[in-house]
């Protein structure tokens, strides 16, 4: 694209808690994903000099709503002061617990934690380790059964299930407890 002059436009809407592509001339982010926003909140980001920042003023106050929510808005400002003063913590925190988490597979005999095996090969290149599969190696129970296993008896809400996969997704307002109660989960139904 940029060899025609044309912008690139990422969307990286499960993706504001990754780091930006600097490839990119515009992102578009879902605050409210994966980070701690209330929904509907989402940013537009702009990198280099291929778009012009009061073209895409122009646009969004042609598109946007005359009534703005002001509680959506004082959402936005408090998770972006979150990521400002507590984000480094918070992520530190959060890669220790989902590292814990992956460090189960050592102990499952018939649940596995899908993580970063993967990384490099069947074409993969990269992995985020926020969102968590959970499978059932053994193909007694797939993905919809651990999803409602999770849900009902656990008290605990996947993302959503896909043939054989139960996706969690895991994000910096985790807490240990949230996690413990996990593990707790995940080593339950494995015995079970």
Known sequence: AHGYGIPLIADSAHGAHLPISKRADVTVVSLHKTLPAMTQVSAVLLNGDLVDPEDIKRYI????????SYVLMASAEKCLDIMENEGEKRKADLKERINRLYDLNRRLRRLWLTGPEFKGK??????????????????????????????KEYRLQPEKHTGNTCLLISGIMDTEEGFRRLEDAILSIDRK
């Open 61 to 68: 106050n042609i598109y946007q709503t005359t009534s703005p």
């Open 122 to 151: 069947y074409g993969i290149n990269d992995f985020d380790m926020s969102r968590i599969n959970l499978f059932d190696r053994t193909g007694r129970t797939d993905g919809k059964g651990l999803y409602d296993i999770l849900r």
